[in-house]
């Protein structure tokens, strides 16, 4: 396990407890080093989120223990998709959206790729007041605006090209459709919209909030409030 599937660091999993099981010969896959699986559960050292893995390997015992040797296979059965937190500024129904859209990327990247385009598209009509022909068109215009920053620009612009627009037209014309997709696409639509939330949601309030500080303290000192406010 590279990440840890609630805050995305980087760990080295080390295991509380484990249950070892030897495998039935006719479970038994073609590598005839695979002869046991176990259960093995532990917790991240950096937000203490339980995992749970299936694993497996060389089944071995002796008179101590049983215990896997080798691990061959390893899978996390529990959380069974990466937990993306969203912050609380941002708004429904692109909450509920993105949710659903982590939610479901492990099972189905294409519909969770489709939610997060019909989501972006909601975004860049709702919010920036963009209406154009097509995702691509909007987008086109959105990469225009004045005031994005360059990496924002950037990330977004990128969407038509992990996407393959031009081989997929139904990604820019019929948002919501559940159809193919390239390799990282869901993953980077989800990348994008966190960053967006960033810009359009979170960030103001934050500045919204300073301000309030820097007033209050301006007022402490009998300065008039800060311009624009």
């Given at each position: 396990?590279?990440?840890?599937?609630?805050?995305?660091?980087?760990?080295?999993?080390?295991?509380?407890?484990?249950?070892?099981?030897?495998?039935?010969?006719?479970?038994?896959?073609?590598?005839?080093?695979?002869?046991?699986?176990?259960?093995?559960?532990g917790f991240c050292p950096s937000c203490n989120g339980l995992l749970v893995l299936y694993r497996q390997?060389?089944?071995?015992?002796?008179?101590?223990?049983?215990?896997?040797?080798?691990?061959?296979?390893?899978?996390?059965?529990?959380?069974?998709?990466?937990?993306?937190?969203?912050?609380?500024?941002?708004?429904?129904?692109?909450?509920?959206?993105?949710?659903?859209?982590?939610?479901?990327?492990?099972?189905?990247?294409?519909?969770?790729?489709?939610?997060?385009?019909?989501?972006?598209?909601?975004?860049?009509?709702?919010?920036?007041?963009?209406?154009?022909?097509?995702?691509?068109?909007?987008?086109?215009?959105?990469?225009?605006?004045?005031?994005?920053?360059?990496?924002?620009?950037?990330?977004?612009?990128?969407?038509?090209?992990?996407?393959?627009?031009?081989?997929?037209?139904?990604?820019?014309?019929?948002?919501?459709?559940?159809?193919?997709?390239?390799?990282?696409?869901?993953?980077?639509?989800?990348?994008?919209?966190?960053?967006?939330?960033?810009?359009?949601?979170?960030?103001?309030?934050?500045?919204?909030?300073?301000?309030?500080?820097?007033?209050?303290?301006?007022?402490?000192?009998?300065?008039?409030?800060?311009?624009?406010?």
């Amino acid at each position: 396990m590279d990440k840890c599937p609630y805050c995305s660091k980087a760990i080295h999993f080390e295991e509380s407890d484990n249950a070892v099981f030897k495998l039935d010969e006719s479970e038994k896959p073609f590598d005839s080093l695979t002869d046991g699986f176990d259960i093995a559960t532990g917790f991240c050292p950096s937000c203490n989120g339980l995992l749970v893995l299936y694993r497996q390997g060389t089944y071995k015992h002796d008179k101590y223990d049983t215990y896997l040797s080798e691990i061959h296979k390893e899978e996390i059965i529990f959380p069974k998709y990466f937990v993306r937190n969203i912050p609380t500024e941002v708004p429904e129904p692109y909450k509920t959206d993105f949710k659903e859209a982590a939610a479901v990327i492990s099972l189905s990247p294409k519909a969770s790729a489709a939610v997060s385009r019909r989501s972006l598209q909601n975004l860049l009509r709702d919010h920036f007041n963009i209406k154009g022909s097509s995702l691509a068109a909007e987008i086109n215009d959105f990469i225009n605006l004045s005031g994005i920053p360059s990496y924002l620009v950037e990330a977004v612009d990128a969407i038509r090209n992990v996407g393959n627009f031009a081989a997929h037209p139904l990604k820019d014309t019929s948002t919501g459709e559940i159809i193919d997709v390239e390799n990282g696409e869901a993953e980077w639509l989800l990348d994008v919209l966190e960053s967006l939330f960033d810009f359009a949601f979170v960030q103001p309030k934050t500045l919204e909030k300073q301000k309030k500080q820097l007033n209050e303290k301006l007022k402490k000192l009998g300065k008039p409030p800060m311009k624009g406010t």
